[in-house]
């Protein structure tokens, strides 16, 4: 019921930094969002999430020390900064709300209400 937009994907060269977002129409944004991603031929994968006051973060070991999430419930909006961005970073990223309670905030089957994705590419 509550609608997610992803957006801030682009292209950008191994070592660069991108900036994404994560926006809800309603007026309310006090829930966990998870950030993950996916590419073709495989699942889609846990990145980082944030619980719903912003004191909790949680991230993937592979963008540990690279990327930061954050949020502004009065803005409605989690980011996710990006830095030293890889190759391997190449993915359609997601957000989601959390749906399920408990302290797994990393299991994809937490979340719903995914947004359409947007689309980073990191080229070498």
């Known amino acids: 019921q509550v609608p997610l937009v992803e957006s801030g994907g682009g292209l950008v060269q191994a070592g660069g930094s991108l900036r994404l977002s994560c926006a809800a129409s309603?007026?309310?944004?006090?829930?966990?969002i998870g950030w993950f991603r996916q590419v073709p031929g495989k699942e889609r994968e846990f990145v980082a999430a944030?619980?719903?006051?912003?004191?909790?973060?949680y991230y993937a070991d592979s963008v540990k020390g690279r990327f930061t999430i954050s949020r502004d419930n009065a803005k409605n909006t989690v980011y996710l900064q990006m830095n030293s961005l890889k190759p391997e970073d190449t993915a359609v990223y997601y957000c989601?709300?959390?749906?399920?309670?408990?302290?797994?905030?990393?299991?994809?089957?937490?979340?719903?209400?995914w947004g359409q994705g947007t689309q980073v590419t990191v080229s070498s």
């Open positions: 309603g007026r309310t944004f006090s829930y966990a």
């Open positions: 944030i619980n719903w006051s912003g004191g909790s973060t």
């Open positions: 989601g709300r959390k749906i399920l309670s408990g302290s797994n905030f990393s299991n994809k089957g937490q979340y719903a209400y």
